[in-house]
């Protein structure tokens, strides 16, 4: 009888244990997990290099991963003739259906919880190319703030077409960043949190 408590007695010592393993795997787990939906991605398209520009500070201040959003067929100084009706931007502004392809690379967007989206200004809003990334992957429930850089026009009207055209993700204001400073990006960042 004594033999048959102690072996019960270790049977539930075994068990309780195995149940506290099984639980610290789990936390550790789920602490992972929440670690991996805190990393924060800066993604950019650039067709001359500003927005890059900004893109990299933007990455730097806001301790992100920087992703650059390519297109296939890489465009020319001819491609970017906003005064040529038949330039490739402008024929790809004037369809709103346009989805100029993109280069496919390994991103792994479900990685993050954050993810800043810049572009360039064309025609009062985001190039179309922006939308092809948009519609490549799943932005839903994810902060998503757009950033933009533009010889004279606002950031407004992008904003209010990618909300429209994109509304399970969580959008934040944007902002236009021309020749903001690397003090400018901080501020914008810390109060983004």
């Known amino acids: 009888m ?14 309780a244990a195995c149940a506290n393993s099984e639980s610290k795997t789990e936390n550790q787990s789920e602490n992972q997990n929440e670690t991996k939906e805190m990393k924060t991605l800066v993604t ?44 490739r931007s402008s024929v790809e502004m004037k369809d709103k259906t346009s989805r100029p392809a993109i280069k496919k ?12 989206v810049g572009f360039p200004i064309w025609w009062y809003t985001c190039p179309t190319i922006i939308n092809t990334f948009m519609e490549a992957y799943d932005f839903s429930g994810k902060m998503v703030i757009p ?20 509304p399970k993700a969580n959008w934040k204001e944007g902002r236009l960043l021309n020749d903001a400073s690397k003090e400018d990006l901080e501020e914008w ?4 949190k």
């Open 147 to 166: 950033f933009a850089t533009s010889g004279g026009s606002t950031i407004e009207q992008a904003c209010n077409d990618l909300k429209a055209a994109y």
């Open 44 to 87: 950019y398209f650039s067709a001359s290099g500003v927005t890059r520009q900004v893109a990299t500070q933007l990455a730097e201040v806001a301790n992100a991963d920087l992703y650059e959003i390519v297109p296939e067929q890489l465009y020319t100084d001819a491609d970017l003739n906003w005064r040529d009706s038949l330039s």
């Open 2 to 15: 004594k033999n048959f408590s102690l072996i019960i007695i270790a049977a539930s010592l075994m068990v």
């Open 189 to 192: 960042v810390n109060s983004l």
């Open 105 to 116: 690379t390994e991103l792994k967007i479900d990685e993050y919880a954050t993810i800043y």
